[in-house]
């Protein structure tokens, strides 16, 4: 008598310009039944790399990460979809993991754990606010997530069941406190984009408010302190993320 077939697992990696890390997440990936990558916009070679380590590869140019997720999406032809990005990588653990929970998982999606990185230094607590995550829904049966249409940290919809695992997803965050202050610049000038895009602009006194709230949750809710000075840093640019963004939403127009 022949058993159920087990699910097929589709890996999905997207990248712009990311030649020098993508054979490494891909290698990381391998355990997948395929491996899809969506190369947007590269000119430094991805491609070449993608070449003999991918499956399928799709390649186009895409302003917002909602629609750039969903090509890569709708290429996956398994039942479940693994999202891992570039700087991230999936260790035998955690495909170990992944291939027993998936046998008799129901339709849904599963929280991955993240052991977030800065430069070698593994950093577990004050992650949050836009800075970061400690866990995120990067496994689900396909059609399970829908991406929404921001800028920068698109909502997303997700259906069935909601599982966790245990095992973490790798993730290479910053190499050092100016890669962390680049990406402050970059998502605060994505997020004002969105916000004038709104019209909701919010309050100077309210972002600024926000500013210490968000610290507070950080540093001593979520436990940054015990970081030392990389988890003050997290919860300062958590708080200033918001104010950062009102302020280039209201004084800048590019």
């Known amino acids: 008598m022949t058993g159920t077939p087990a699910p097929r697992l589709s890996a999905l990696v997207v990248a712009h310009d990311e030649a020098a890390?993508?054979?490494a997440v891909l290698a990381s990936v391998r355990f997948a039944d395929e491996v899809v990558v969506v190369l947007d916009r590269c000119t430094d070679g991805s491609r070449a790399i993608a070449e003999g380590r991918a499956d399928k590869i799709v390649e186009g140019a895409w302003p917002i990460e909602g629609p750039r997720r969903h090509a890569g999406i709708d290429a996956c032809s398994g039942d479940w979809i693994l999202e891992v990005d570039a700087d991230e990588r999936a260790t035998p653990a955690l495909a170990g993991e992944i291939r027993a929970r998936l046998a008799s998982a129901p339709y849904g999606h599963f929280?991955?754990?993240?052991d977030n990185y800065v430069g070698d230094r593994l950093v577990r607590h004050g992650w949050g606010g836009s800075w970061g995550t400690s866990?995120?829904?990067?496994?689900?049966?396909?059609?399970?997530?829908?991406?929404?249409?921001?800028?920068?940290?698109?909502?997303?919809e997700l259906r069935g069941a909601r599982m966790r695992l245990v095992e973490p997803l790798v993730h290479y965050v910053d190499r050092d406190i100016s890669d962390m202050i680049r990406r402050l610049d970059r998502y605060t000038t994505?997020?004002?984009r969105d916000l004038r895009a709104s019209g909701k602009l919010g309050t100077f006194g309210g972002?600024?408010?926000?500013?210490?709230s968000r610290f507070y949750k950080c540093y001593v809710t979520r436990k940054g302190y015990r970081e030392g000075y990389y988890g003050f840093l997290i919860a300062l640019f958590a708080g200033l993320y918001p104010l950062l963004s009102h302020l280039k939403a209201r004084l800048e127009r590019q």
Not at 135 to 155: D, E, M, S, V, Y
């Open 21 to 23: 890390q993508l054979a």
């Open 111 to 114: 929280l991955v754990p993240v």
């Open 135 to 156: 866990a995120t829904a990067r496994l689900f049966a396909k059609g399970a997530k829908t991406w929404g249409a921001q800028n920068i940290h698109p909502a997303t």
């Open 190 to 192: 994505a997020k004002a």
């Open 207 to 212: 972002n600024l408010r926000r500013l210490f």
